[in-house]
Nanobody
Framework: VQLQAYGGGLVQAGGSLRLSCAAS????????MGWFRQAPEKEREFVAA????????YYADSVKGRFTISRDNAKNTVYLQMNHLKPEDTAVYYC?????????????????WGQGTLVTVSS
């Protein structure tokens, strides 16, 4: 199984970025997909998750209304559209896959992880 996250970069506060995560080696539509992030010297935290078919989405309070998660099962890809970015959004962003939907916000529940992509938001 491979999850390849990309799309990170440097952006000014108030700007936008779109992250993508391409999956291979698993039945993509059978997995909830999540995005997490880890800032320097902080623990990894939940950002957003999406159900198997994309009908349900979940967000951390800190990103609600600014970030949108989506997926394309035909392309085995999950996206994270990030708008109105803030300096506190600076982190390495990881995509991950979990079969059990009960634990969509739990770091330890996810079975597969991508390598991470760095997002830096300047003030």
């Amino acid at each position: 199984v491979q999850l390849q996250a990309y799309g990170g970069g440097l952006v000014q506060a108030g700007g936008s970025l779109r992250l993508s995560c391409a999956a291979s080696g698993l039945t993509f539509s059978s997995y909830y997909m999540g995005w997490f992030r880890q800032a320097p010297e902080k623990e990894r935290e939940f950002v957003a998750a999406i159900s198997w078919g994309g009908g349900r989405t979940y967000y951390a309070d800190s990103v609600k209304g600014r970030f949108t998660i989506s997926r394309d099962n035909a392309k085995n890809t999950v996206y994270l559209q990030m708008n109105h970015l803030k300096p506190e959004d600076t982190a390495v962003y990881y995509c991950a896959a979990v079969k059990d939907s009960s634990y969509y916000s739990s770091v330890v529940a996810y079975e597969y992880w991508g390598q991470g992509t760095l997002v830096t938001v300047s003030s």
